[in-house]
């Protein structure tokens, strides 16, 4: 596609429930990055991958957070017995290179768990 | 820790100024420096990156690094109301993987007509 793609736009969960955060890179895309921003604050690195593989998981904050991308392209973002505490948006960003020359960011998942 | 710090403002410039928008960063090894502009409500842009001490013009904007400061800034000149907006500095994480950007908590710009 022409850009970074993610759904849902909004997310309103329950504490306690589990939800899924998806991303469509830019076609051809190999790196794919997920970062979380609070209110205020910066994007905050979660978890990298090139192709298919997680090469960088370093950022995520907890157990509850798991990522995948099993064909390299379209990568999920599950957040398992969601917390206050994860209420922020959910960037994905996508390179063809890295961060070479920096990356770009899908318009992000507002996720609110109350 | 590894940190980048700017100043969170609001810096407020009159329309046709020059903005001025600072970072340092405490990663002495970070080789790459970015700078992204975020409209209220919206994800990051790219403006400009830089890794090579001294300045990087592109139109309107100037980047400036200093690594034995570590010491990066970005100058917008003539500045126009379609500016305002926070501006978030980012840098690369060395040792890192390619992916580890760290990013500053980002200085809110106005700029008044």
């Known amino acids: 596609g022409a850009g970074v793609s993610q759904s849902p736009r909004y997310k309103v969960a329950k504490r306690g429930q589990d939800v899924a955060l998806r991303c469509d890179p830019i076609?051809?895309?190999?790196?794919l990055f997920w970062y979380q921003q609070a209110l205020g604050q910066g994007p905050e690195f979660l978890t990298y991958f090139q192709n298919e593989a997680q090469l960088d998981k370093s950022g995520l904050p907890s157990d509850r957070f798991f990522a995948e991308r099993p064909e390299g392209s379209v990568s999920t973002l599950k957040i398992q017995r969601t917390q206050q505490e994860d209420s922020a948006v959910y960037l994905c960003?996508?390179?063809?290179?890295?961060?070479?020359?920096?990356?770009?960011f899908g318009s992000g998942t507002r996720l609110t768990v109350v | 820790q590894k940190e980048v710090e700017q100043n969170s403002g609001p810096l407020s410039v009159p329309e046709g100024a020059i903005a001025s928008l600072n970072c340092t960063y405490s990663?002495?090894?970070?080789?790459?420096f970015f700078w992204y502009r975020q409209y209220s409500g919206k994800s990051p842009e790219l403006i400009m990156f830089i890794y090579s001490n001294g300045d990087k013009e592109d139109g309107r904007f100037t980047a400036q690094l200093n690594k034995a400061s570590q010491y990066v800034s970005l100058l917008i000149r003539d500045s126009q109301p379609s500016d305002s907006a926070t501006y978030l500095c980012a840098v690369n994480e060395a040792g890192g993987s390619q992916g580890n950007l760290i990013f500053g908590k980002g200085t809110k710009l106005s700029v008044k007509p």
């Open positions: 076609s051809g895309h190999v790196s």
């Open positions: 990663d002495r090894g970070s080789q790459s």
């Open positions: 960003a996508s390179s063809l290179t890295g961060t070479a020359n920096g990356y770009t």
